[in-house]
T-cell receptor, first 114, second 113 residues
Framework: DTAVSQTPKYLVTQMGNDKSIKCEQNLGHDTMYWYKQDSKKFLKIMFS???????INETVPNRFSPKSPDKAHLNLHINSLELGDSAVYFC?????????????FGSGTRLTVV | GESVGLHLPTLSVQEGDNSIINCAYS??????FIWYKQESGKGPQFIIDIRSNMDKRQGQRVTVLLNKTVKHLSLQIAATQPGDSAVYFCAENRGGGADGLTFGKGTHLIIQP
């Protein structure tokens, strides 16, 4: 199936730990993103990568470090996890054409920090 | 029924009625807008999009209206069905080809039998 897939779907961890979330897209898109959705359902962009190059870093703490080994993958590593990091994290991808951008989202990773 | 997408308001409509969800966007230079549907435990799912050179676009049971003068976007769902229950978000393209989307705050649509 063509899609944006991210793992794990659920992640429960203790404060201070380091964790990673993986994302892969097989849509042939050249841009990938990470978004954070808080408890009030508000969705906000964190990072954007185009052809493995960082384009946007929306004042995210440097404990968050995205890594793009190739343009089909964008992983999110989080150091020293804090309670406030608890949220749902969505990976997305896009590719600009003449008619649209083809934004496609993964199904999310629910991170709970205890 | 009608609602403005602030602080995740709830719009409750009778099954079979039409729903109207409203959204105000922020950037007058945005060239592209999307409506998303998010069901519980899932990611945002594309419903319909519209470019800034249009003021109306229709899909299957859905219509998006764009008023650039007042920076307002609306989603109309005809003959609302139980499967339409979800949170609906408007989103505007931030610019360029890799700048991503700015999302509105969402509206929770509830369908009453």
């Amino acid at each position: 199936d063509t899609a944006v897939s991210q793992t794990p779907k659920y992640l429960v961890t203790q404060m201070g730990n380091d964790k990673s979330i993986k994302c892969e897209q097989n849509l042939g898109h050249d841009t990938m993103y990470w978004y954070k959705q808080d408890s009030k359902k508000f969705l906000k962009i964190m990072f954007s990568y185009n052809n493995k190059e960082l384009i946007i870093n929306e004042t995210v703490p440097n404990r968050f470090s995205p890594k793009s080994p190739d343009k089909a993958h964008l992983n999110l590593h989080i150091n020293s996890l804090e309670l406030g990091d608890s949220a749902v994290y969505f990976c997305a991808s896009s590719h600009r054409t003449a008619s649209n951008y083809g934004y496609t989202f993964g199904s999310g990773t629910r991170l709970t920090v205890v | 029924g009608e609602s403005v997408g602030l602080h995740l308001p709830t719009l409750s409509v009778q099954e079979g009625d039409n729903s109207i969800i409203n959204c105000a966007y922020s950037n007058s230079a945005s060239d592209y807008f999307i409506w998303y549907k998010q069901e519980s435990g899932k990611g945002p799912q594309f419903i319909i999009d519209i470019r800034s050179n249009m003021d109306k676009r229709q899909g299957q049971r859905v219509t998006v209206l764009l008023n650039k003068t007042v920076k307002h976007l609306s989603l109309q769902i005809a003959a609302t069905q139980p499967g339409d229950s979800a949170v609906y978000f408007c989103a505007e393209n931030r610019g360029g080809g890799a700048d991503g989307l700015t999302f509105g705050k969402g509206t929770h649509l509830i369908i009453q039998p």
